[in-house]
């Protein structure tokens, strides 16, 4: 079975805080996504990773950073938390690039700014 | 024009009844077509998927009915059940030159079964 985890399920930060969200997943998979998942807005986009040390921007980069240093492990960075950013944060990893391959998702973390 | 809309926002349906699940696209150039089902606490799992090709395809009470020149496409769940009390979301899915394939998902469905 394929296995996503995610450092925490729930975190409560504060405002101009620098927030870090780990991302492990163990099937030696390449592509791996950052996605955030707010009520009546789906799933959106975070970055996504195709390779170590390669990142790409996805639908709504702004205020995020990410990192992947090792090919198991994905990094999402908040560099200065913001209320608006208090969501779901899903990590998922795939095996190919291809369309028609499956994402496995993580748990998720739950972050509260205040 | 990469927007995938999904409705309803929330259902529900008693035990034993359809679910339906609608989700319309505009880029033709979606050439996959997966729903995940996310329950509680749990991230979001693939449930079934389609290729534009083929108008219907069937996994157990779990159907999704494709029309290509209508662009929707839609899940139904025959004799729904409370352990389907879940939300769904339905995705297209785009294959970019440099970057793979890149999932498009709608906004989401509640979905609670009643006993």
């Known amino acids: 079975d394929v296995k996503v985890t995610q450092s925490s399920r729930y975190l409560v930060k504060r405002t101009g805080e620098k927030v870090f969200l780990e991302c492990v997943q163990d099937?030696?998979?390449?592509?791996m996504f950052w996605y955030r998942q707010d009520p009546g807005l789906g799933l959106r986009l975070i970055y996504f990773?195709?390779?170590?040390?390669?990142?790409e921007k996805g639908d709504i980069p702004e205020g995020y950073s990410v990192s992947r240093e090792k090919k198991e492990r994905f990094s999402l960075i908040l560099e200065s938390a913001s209320t608006n950013q208090t969501s779901m944060y899903l990590c998922?990893?795939?095996?190919?690039?291809?369309?028609?391959?499956?994402?496995?998702f993580g748990p998720g973390t739950r972050l509260t700014v205040l | 024009q990469q927007q995938v809309k999904q409705s309803p926002q929330s259902l529900i349906v008693q035990k034993g009844g359809i679910s339906i699940i609608n989700c319309a696209y505009e880029n033709t150039a979606f050439d996959y077509f997966p729903w995940y089902q996310q329950f509680p606490g749990k991230g979001p799992a693939l449930l079934i998927a389609i290729r534009p090709d083929v108008s219907e395809k069937k996994e157990g009470r779990f159907t999704i009915s494709f029309n290509k020149s209508a662009k929707q496409f839609s899940l139904h769940i025959m004799d729904s059940q409370p352990g389907d009390s879940a939300t769904y979301f339905c995705?297209?899915?785009?294959?970019?030159?440099?970057?793979?394939?890149?999932?498009?998902f709608g906004q989401g469905t509640e979905l609670s079964v009643k006993p």
């Open positions: 995705a297209a899915s785009i294959n970019l030159s440099n970057q793979g394939g890149k999932l498009i």
């Open positions: 099937m030696d998979h390449e592509n």
């Open positions: 990773s195709y390779d170590v040390k390669m990142k």
């Open positions: 998922a990893s795939r095996s190919g690039t291809g369309s028609t391959d499956t994402q496995y």
